[in-house]
T-cell receptor, first 116, second 112 residues
Framework: AQKITQTQPGMFVQEKEAVTLDCTYD???????LFWYKQPSSGEMIFLIY??????QNATEGRYSLNFQKARKSANLVISASQLGDSAMYFC?????????????FGKGNQVVVIP | DAGVTQSPTHLIKTRGQQVTLRCSPI?????VSWYQQVLGQGPQFIFQ???????GRGNFPDRFSARQFPNYSSELNVNALLLGDSALYLC???????????FGEGSRLTVL
């Protein structure tokens, strides 16, 4: 079964506008972590933001914020004030439980293109 | 400070051949993980090594193997290459067994 679901088609967003990327996850663990990564055409995965399952506040990192709805098992990424350099693939990922490793399960990604 | 470095960046092999990919973690990082990213998909976990011991293995056949050296660098080996092994192979390091992953730019393998 797929643990991370990202189903939005490619998105075009106007520069300076906000964009929301959807992510739903599936786990039976009580303790888990949710991540968002950005992958530009160079291939490198760039860490954006992290949300722990026990964190009461939604995570924020500069222009990135995570809308965490635990009961709905969703962890949507909001990018405010989009910039041309935000054009990339965006991946949601989850690390489950206390398994003593750093294994992440990734979704299929969302393509974002920022237009001037 | 240097980030995670991987070599080679691009390579082409034929079916049945063997390939070795190399990764140098960020200085001070003791954990190295390997991921396979097929075109149009998200990365899939292959292995994690921490302090030279395997800490996790993904759902990949035994043709895939890896090791970590005393300086914490790592190699990923794939034997008897198949067309389906064509992918971007990403290495990531972290200072501890869990925590934020720092990725390299990957090795792009094409199997003909």
């Amino acid at each position: 079964a797929q643990k991370i679901t990202q189903t939005q088609p490619g998105m075009f967003v106007q520069e300076k506008e906000a964009v929301t990327l959807d992510c739903t996850y599936d786990t039976s663990d009580q303790s888990y972590g949710l991540f968002w990564y950005k992958q530009p055409s160079s291939g490198e995965m760039i860490f954006l933001i992290y949300q722990g399952s026990y964190d009461e506040q939604n995570a924020t990192e500069g222009r990135y914020s995570l809308n965490f709805q635990k009961a709905r098992k969703s962890a949507n990424l909001v990018i405010s004030a989009s910039q041309l350099g935000d054009s990339a693939m965006y991946f949601c990922a989850m690390r489950e439980g206390q398994r003593g490793n750093n294994r992440l399960a990734f979704g299929k990604g969302n393509q974002v293109v920022v237009i001037p | 400070d240097a980030g995670v470095t991987q070599s080679p960046t691009h390579l082409i092999k034929t079916r049945g051949q063997q390939v070795t990919l190399r990764c140098s973690p960020i200085s001070g990082h003791k954990s190295v993980s390997w991921y396979q990213q097929v075109l149009g998909q998200g990365p899939q976990f292959i292995f994690q090594y921490y302090e030279k011991e395997e800490r996790g293995r993904g759902n990949f056949p035994d043709r895939f193997s890896a090791r970590q050296f005393p300086n914490y660098s790592s190699e990923l080996n794939v034997n008897a290459l198949l067309l389906g092994d064509s992918a971007l192979y990403l290495c990531a390091s972290s200072p501890r067994v869990t925590g934020e992953l720092f990725f390299g730019e990957g090795s792009r393998l094409t199997v003909l």
